[in-house]
């Protein structure tokens, strides 16, 4: 059974920086593309940040150049380090795998990051 776990979010002020965390079990992170996605309130679930098996990575325009993702396949996890947090970023932070062998999708159950003006 594939589970991700969330942990990292909190409440930090604007400029200041936070890492999530996505630690997965039941799939090796090292063979799947992993993802960040955020939802804030009344808005649609986006996808902020993605790295494919090989390592490559992409971001959304509002947060290219502040947020970072990675992975360590030794711990299984996956990271987001978050720069120079703005009050726009504040929502529920989503940890995404899509399995490589069956195409199926899971999430984490989110973890909240609110930043402060």
């Known amino acids: 059974q594939v589970q991700l776990v969330e942990s990292g979010g909190g409440l930090v002020q604007a400029g200041g920086s936070l890492r999530l965390s996505c630690a997965a079990s039941?799939?090796?992170?090292?063979?799947?593309?992993m993802a960040w996605y955020r939802q804030a309130p009344g808005k649609q679930r986006e996808r902020v940040a993605h790295?494919?098996?090989?390592?490559?990575?992409t971001y959304a325009d509002s947060v290219k150049g502040r947020f970072t993702i990675s992975r360590d396949n030794a711990k299984n996890t996956v990271y987001l380090k978050m720069n120079s947090l703005k009050p726009e970023d504040t929502a529920v932070y989503y940890c995404?795998?899509?399995?490589?062998?069956?195409?199926?999708?899971?999430w984490g159950q989110g973890t909240q990051v609110t930043v402060s003006s």
């Open positions: 995404n795998t899509i399995i490589y062998s069956t195409g199926i999708g899971y």
């Open positions: 039941g799939t090796r992170i090292s063979v799947n593309s």
């Open positions: 790295i494919t098996s090989g390592g490559r990575t």
